[in-house]
Nanobody
Framework: QVQLVESGGGLVQAGGSPRLSCTASGKIFGINWMGWYRQAPGNERDLVAM???????RYADSMNGRFTISGDYDKGTVSLQMNTLKPEDTALYYC?????????WGQGTQVTVSS
């Protein structure tokens, strides 16, 4: 139905500002929400940010304005600009999409923040 592929991430120094990108393929015109989740070792997968087809955004409170999500639904892409990264932002970041009320996930891209 929908396939998601992430790019970006890697090893980043504290204070860095990497950008994650995700490209959807398949039935992209049926996607209503796209966004990012993250999962650190031993923790649950938590919402980072999401953006709807009409541009509504939602952020996790813990982001404190450091992250900005943007999306282009015509192209099926969503990006996450991350600023002022901290070691506690180290996690596997997953792209997420909702299509016909079903959740779809990418494979994840690792972001490791060194102090």
């Amino acid at each position: 139905q929908v396939q998601l592929v992430e790019s970006g991430g890697g090893l980043v120094q504290a204070g860095g500002s990497p950008r994650l990108s995700c490209t959807a393929s398949g039935k992209i015109f049926g996607i209503n929400w796209m966004g990012w989740y993250r999962q650190a070792p031993g923790n649950e997968r938590d919402l980072v940010a999401m953006i709807s087809r009409n541009g509504n955004t939602r952020y996790a409170d813990s982001m404190n304005g450091r992250f900005t999500i943007s999306g282009d639904y015509d192209k099926g892409t969503v990006s996450l600009q991350m600023n002022t990264l901290k070691p506690e932002d180290t996690a596997l970041y997953y792209c997420h999409a909702v299509y016909l009320k079903r959740d779809y996930w990418g494979q994840g891209t690792q972001v490791t923040v060194s102090s």
